[in-house]
């Protein structure tokens, strides 16, 4: 595994209460508008052997009073062993405030938020480092064949998938932070890498990625690499999964109608996770 140096990233919000990356990762801004619901997307296939899967995210940009998409990407991390914790949002004293996202040893706190592909609110289950080297869990990732070397197949536990981006309120994730992960969001982190912050400014660039514009529905939900909005392999939003109906059940002297479709599990939980567009140990 190539090992990457630290690069200075950018701050794309430009707000003189964001602190440094390097310093900490801590809130950055309070907003009174609450965030839009996640959309449902697939995720692109992975460019290739190192990068690792970023959700994405609904950003706040201060120019425009609106929200922006910020679309789900594979990145190359800063450096070997190193694992990314999505930002969120969190519903505290009336208003919304976003918690950036930061690279470290190990995953920290995200809110609870299931953002699919192996972030289903707590730690991440989409892979391990394994003596400088990322292996990757086919269950719940887009990993063509041969594209990468190391790879496993794992089951993830199923989470209820609900389209809320934030915590706190009225959204039905509510988890808190344990102290030793107060501790770790508010320590050093590496900073992000020069094309994930060129990423994210790129987006907060786009009119179209507005919330305002899209109404929810970007035209751009993820790419296969940052900053490709152009690629053929973008992804884009999908419909919100329809709910599988509950198998009738047979009363006395009934006989069984038969089952569900086939590849179907009888529950009524979406086909897919918000932000993830299929449910966790589904492929393409």
């Known amino acids: 595994m190539t090992r990457f140096p630290f690069k200075r990233a950018s701050l794309a919000l430009g707000l003189a209460l964001a602190a440094p990356l390097a310093a900490q990762a801590q809130v950055s801004l309070s907003v009174t508008i609450a965030p839009p619901a996640l959309p449902y997307y697939a995720q692109p296939p992975i460019p290739g052997d190192g990068y690792l899967w970023t959700p994405g995210y609904w950003a706040w940009d201060p120019a425009s009073n609106d929200y922006i998409?910020?679309?789900g990407t594979w990145v190359m991390p800063p450096s070997a062993g190193l694992l990314w914790t999505p930002g969120y949002w969190g519903f505290i004293d009336g208003g919304y405030r976003w918690h950036r996202g930061y690279w470290g040893p190990h995953v920290g706190y995200y809110g609870g938020i299931n953002y699919g592909y192996g972030y289903v609110g707590s730690g991440y289950a989409g892979g391990r480092w394994d003596r400088g080297r990322f292996h990757y869990n086919t269950a719940v990732n887009n990993i063509p064949q041969g594209r990468v070397h190391d790879v496993?197949?794992?089951?993830?536990?199923?989470?209820?998938?609900?389209?809320e981006s934030f915590n706190g309120g009225s959204?039905?994730?509510h988890s808190q932070p344990t102290p030793a992960q107060r501790r770790f969001e508010g320590g050093q982190h590496p900073e992000w890498t020069r094309e994930q912050s060129e990423h994210e400014t790129r987006a907060i660039g786009m009119p179209e990625q507005r919330m305002g514009n899209n109404h929810g529905t970007p035209p751009t939900a993820a790419t296969p690499r940052p900053g490709g909005f152009g690629d053929p392999q973008v992804e884009h939003v999908r419909p919100a999964p329809e709910m599988r109906a509950q198998p009738m059940r047979p009363g006395p002297g009934m006989r069984p109608q038969g089952g569900p479709p086939r590849g179907e599990a009888p529950h009524a939980e979406p086909h897919g996770n918000p932000g993830g567009g299929r449910p966790e140990g589904e492929r393409h």
Not at 152 to 163: G, I, K, L, W
């Open 171 to 173: 959204s039905p994730w």
């Open 152 to 163: 496993y197949r794992a089951a993830v536990p199923q989470r209820p998938s609900h389209p």
């Open 69 to 71: 998409w910020v679309p």
